[in-house]
Every structure is written in C-alpha cells, then in structure tokens.
Nanobody
Framework: QVQLVESGGGLVQAGGSLRLSCAASGRTFSSYRMGWFRQAPGKEREFVAGISGGGKNTYYADSVKGRFTISRDNAKNTVYLQMNSLKPEDTAVYYC?????????????????WGQGTQVTVSS
C-alpha cells in the first residue's frame, strides 16, 4: 500500500511560480511511476505530468509544456511539480498519483494510488 500526501498549493498571481511536493510512503517508491493530475470545478480530472520509476522519462500535457517540470527524489520518497509562468486557467485541485508499474503514462486509469489533493489558485 502506498500513501501520498501533497503540499505546496496556494494562491499566486498570474506569472508567478509554485512548487508542489508529494511525499510517498512505501519501500518500493523508486520503481513506481508517478503522476500529477488536476481537476478544475465542473471539469474532469486531467493529466498534467508524469515521471517513470527511476526518473529517466517524463511526459507533459501540451498545456503545461515548457512551464511545468516534474522531478523526483527517490532518497526522500518525494515527487515535485515546479510550476512557472502560472495562468488563471491552471487553477485547480492538483493530485499526486502513483502506480507500481514503471513506464510513464498519461491516463488516470493507470494509477492505483492517489493523494487527497492540494488547491492551486492563480489570480489574474
């Protein structure tokens, strides 16, 4: 069983930056693929970024490419999402997700474990 706890959300002005963190429990974290998803009010949860077990491969939604960076520190069992040049349309609850398979994929159905979410609000 893996437990995920997100932190780092908050209120920021457009153009600003935030870094989200996701702390994971479990001895085999380093082999798990990790993902960040987000859900805005009235919308479906969507993929934002993912990273493979080991951290060699990453994958981004087109809407965040060049602005967001996903990374992981396996020694700390933590995955990060650095968000720069934030826009009001980035406002959402951001969720961390994990799965025991290693290859990074963008589908939420391919992640078994989820955090409780952290709110990110970008004001214009």
């Amino acid at each position: 069983q893996v437990q995920l706890v997100e932190s780092g959300g908050g209120l920021v002005q457009a153009g600003g930056s935030l870094r989200l963190s996701c702390a994971a429990s479990g001895r085999t974290f380093s082999s798990y693929r990790m993902g960040w998803f987000r859900q805005a009010p009235g919308k479906e949860r969507e993929f934002v970024a993912g990273i493979s077990g080991g951290g060699k491969n990453t994958y981004y939604a087109d809407s965040v490419k060049g602005r967001f960076t996903i990374s992981r520190d396996n020694a700390k069992n933590t995955v990060y999402l650095q968000m720069n040049s934030l826009k009001p349309e980035d406002t959402a609850v951001y969720y961390c997700a994990a799965d025991s398979r290693s290859a990074v994929v963008p589908s939420r159905r391919d992640y078994d474990y989820w955090g409780q979410g952290t709110q990110v609000t970008v004001s214009s």
